[in-house]
């Protein structure tokens, strides 16, 4: 028996419980990649079924074993960006969830990691992660993100001349403001306010 290509013909064939069994016996097997590549295959699985709860668990896994691998095997850069996507999932797959309390640490450290280089290719990431750590009262960190995450988009509008991404923009500085005014920071509070009533303008 083969339980890889068991797995993978069941899931082919949308039978996702049987291809989630077979999966299974694959998570301490082949090398570091393959085993984040099975619990990504299992988070998949568990997603298809509506256990989102179990499927978060294993994007979790997939999150840790990026951060967990060395140099050689993947640049840090890469696998930071590709743990981050994973965790974002987890999260939101685990919402509601007491395990989040565990995993919402976890993803944030991630996310500030990654943000390390500024919000440019991240802007989706940051204006998810603000109003994320909003919803978990982390409003300082929140109001971070999303700030920073609408002066890139502000840049991006101005440049392109977009309509939609200004839109975008003026409601990433407004919720910039709300969460930096529940942070106490009247001084990013007071500029995302002024920001975002100004592209709110018709043109």
């Known amino acids: 028996m083969s ?16 291809a989630a069994e077979h999966y299974r016996h694959l998570t301490g097997s082949g090398s570091s990649m393959d085993r984040i590549g099975i619990y990504q295959a299992l988070a998949r699985c568990h997603e298809k079924l509506g256990d989102v ?5 294993w994007r979790r896994k997939a999150g840790q074993g990026y951060l967990a691998l060395p140099d050689d095997a993947m640049a840090k850069d890469e696998r930071q960006y590709l743990a981050l996507v994973e965790y974002r999932n987890a999260v939101q797959d685990l919402a509601s ?8 640490p976890e993803y944030k ?3 500030a990691e990654n943000w390390k280089g500024g919000p440019e290719g991240l802007t989706h990431e940051g204006l998810f992660g603000g109003v994320f750590l909003m919803g978990l009262g982390d409003h300082a960190s929140a109001a971070r993100y999303l700030f920073d995450s609408a002066e890139a988009i502000s840049e991006q509008a101005s440049e392109a001349g977009d309509k939609a991404l200004r839109e975008a923009a003026a ?15 009247m001084q990013v509070a007071q500029v995302a306010k002024m920001r975002a009533t100004d592209l709110s303008q018709p043109q």
């Open 53 to 57: 709860k179990s499927a978060g668990q």
């Open 97 to 104: 969830d007491p395990a989040l309390k565990e995993v919402a």
């Open 171 to 185: 409601r990433g500085y407004a919720l910039a403001h709300e969460a930096a005014m529940k942070a106490g920071n």
């Open 3 to 18: 339980h890889l290509i068991d797995a993978i013909q069941a899931e082919a064939l949308g039978d996702f419980h049987t």
């Open 109 to 111: 450290a991630v996310l």
